[in-house]
Every structure is written in structure tokens, then in C-alpha cells.
């Protein structure tokens, strides 16, 4: 199985930017689907971004949609989330997980492995 542990968070003003890694052990990363979740206090957690196994297709929710950016090296075993304009409703433990499914999917159920987050805080 594959152990993912995440890195970058961090506290930002309002409209800066931050970018987190999600980096990858265990098992090479290019079999994988992956996804950016987020968790805001006294939220459920949230599907931010996924991406397909080669990099090819991606996937945004509409909050954060011309905003972030998802990408992949896996030569790296590593997932990138690029987080731009970030404004503070954007605040939560920032979660990758890894799928081996056919299809990106963006229901937390679908995800078979996870880090254990990292902390994004964004001040007004």
C-alpha cells in the first residue's frame, strides 16, 4: 500500500499563495488517481481537486476553479496543489488521497489512502 504524507501548509494573507506536496512511499504513485480534500472546523470534508494517473485529466470543484492548480511528477511520486488568490474561507486541513479507480471521482468514499493533513490558514 501506499503511505502519503503532506507538506506546505502554512498561515498566508488574504490573496497570497501557498503550494502544498503530497509526497508518496510505499508504492510508485503513477498507478494512482489523486485528490485534494479539505476540512474546515464544524465541516464535513470537502473535494477540492483531482487528478488522473498520467497528469492528463484534471478535475476542480467550483470554489476553488481557476484559482488552484493540481499537478503530478511521478518520477517524483509526488502531487502538487497550487493554491493562488487565496482568500480565507479557503482555512481547513488540506488532505491527498490516493484511488486506483478507472474514473476521477470527487466522493471522499472512492479514496483508498490518505496523509494525515496539513494546516492552511488564510487571514482577512
Known amino acids: 500500500q501506499v503511505q502519503l504524507v503532506e507538506s506546505g501548509g502554512g498561515l498566508v494573507q488574504a490573496g497570497g499563495s501557498l503550494r502544498l506536496s503530497c509526497a508518496a512511499s510505499?508504492?510508485?504513485?503513477?498507478?494512482?488517481?489523486m485528490g485534494w480534500f479539505r476540512q474546515a472546523p464544524g465541516k464535513e470534508r470537502q473535494f477540492v481537486a483531482a487528478?488522473?494517473?498520467?497528469?492528463?485529466?484534471?478535475y476542480y470543484s467550483d470554489s476553488v476553479k481557476g484559482r488552484f492548480t493540481i499537478s503530478r511528477d511521478n518520477a517524483k511520486n509526488m502531487v502538487l496543489l497550487q493554491m493562488n488568490s487565496l482568500k480565507p474561507e479557503d482555512t481547513a486541513i488540506y488532505y491527498c488521497?490516493?484511488?486506483?479507480?478507472?474514473?476521477?471521482?470527487?466522493?471522499?468514499?472512492?479514496?483508498?489512502?490518505w496523509g494525515q493533513g496539513t494546516q492552511v490558514t488564510v487571514s482577512s
Open positions: 488521497a490516493a484511488d486506483q479507480g478507472r474514473v476521477l471521482y470527487t466522493a471522499q468514499t472512492a479514496y483508498e489512502y
Open positions: 510505499g508504492r510508485t504513485l503513477s498507478i494512482y488517481n
Open positions: 487528478i488522473s494517473r498520467s497528469g492528463g485529466s484534471t
